[in-house]
């Protein structure tokens, strides 16, 4: 099969995150995180505990510059689950190494997964930096100063090196 340019890497590649937390609200689960080269984000995956059919949106928000780059939404599959659920945005977003960002998923409801205390230092895979996860119930999550913790959240780009 032939393919057209290079693959989209990610943090998680085919790892998934181990724990599955109860949910019972809508919640905001993301991670901070950096490039440690300059490319391209080509879209945005999560990790479904179990196919739910639900509606899901992902945020990136460019910490630095405080300003909101893509919001995104995709509908999780029925079941069988569990397995990571993606989507693409059109056009690309070109990112730098200088800049910080926040990217998190919708969960309405139903719960989410993460590897717990993986990052208690920041962590690299394929250029991608993850620096700290967090959650929030607060749906305006922009709005809000986050609470980050060092849970590696099953929530990831979608990353091209230039």
């Given at each position: 099969?032939?393919?057209?340019?290079?693959?989209?890497?990610?943090?998680?590649?085919?790892?998934?995150?181990?724990?599955?937390v109860?949910?019972?609200?809508n919640t905001?689960?993301?991670?901070?995180?950096?490039?440690?080269?300059?490319?391209?984000?080509?879209?945005?995956?999560?990790?479904?505990?179990?196919?739910?059919?639900?509606?899901?949106?992902?945020?990136?928000?460019?910490?630095?510059?405080?300003?909101?780059?893509?919001?995104?939404?995709?509908?999780?599959?029925l079941?069988?689950?569990?397995?990571?659920?993606?989507?693409?945005?059109?056009?690309?977003?070109?990112?730098?190494?200088?800049?910080?960002?926040?990217?998190?998923?919708?969960?309405?409801?139903?719960?989410?997964?993460?590897?717990?205390?993986?990052?208690?230092?920041?962590?690299?895979?394929?250029?991608?930096?993850?620096?700290?996860?967090?959650?929030?119930?607060?749906?305006?999550?922009?709005?809000?100063s986050?609470?980050?913790?060092?849970?590696?959240?099953?929530?990831?780009?979608?990353?091209?090196?230039?």
């Amino acid at each position: 099969m032939p393919f057209h340019g290079p693959k989209s890497v990610s943090w998680w590649d085919t790892t998934a995150p181990v724990t599955s937390v109860a949910n019972s609200t809508n919640t905001w689960v993301g991670n901070t995180l950096k490039f440690a080269v300059a490319g391209r984000v080509f879209g945005f995956r999560y990790y479904s505990v179990f196919g739910s059919g639900s509606r899901h949106w992902a945020v990136l928000n460019n910490q630095s510059t405080g300003k909101l780059l893509v919001v995104k939404d995709f509908k999780d599959f029925l079941p069988p689950g569990p397995a990571w659920v993606q989507t693409w945005i059109h056009p690309t977003l070109k990112v730098n190494t200088s800049d910080l960002f926040e990217l998190a998923v919708s969960f309405p409801s139903h719960p989410y997964a993460r590897t717990n205390a993986a990052l208690a230092s920041f962590v690299t895979h394929n250029n991608i930096i993850f620096q700290n996860g967090f959650q929030s119930t607060v749906w305006d999550m922009l709005s809000v100063s986050l609470v980050t913790n060092t849970n590696a959240n099953g929530v990831d780009v979608l990353f091209q090196p230039n």
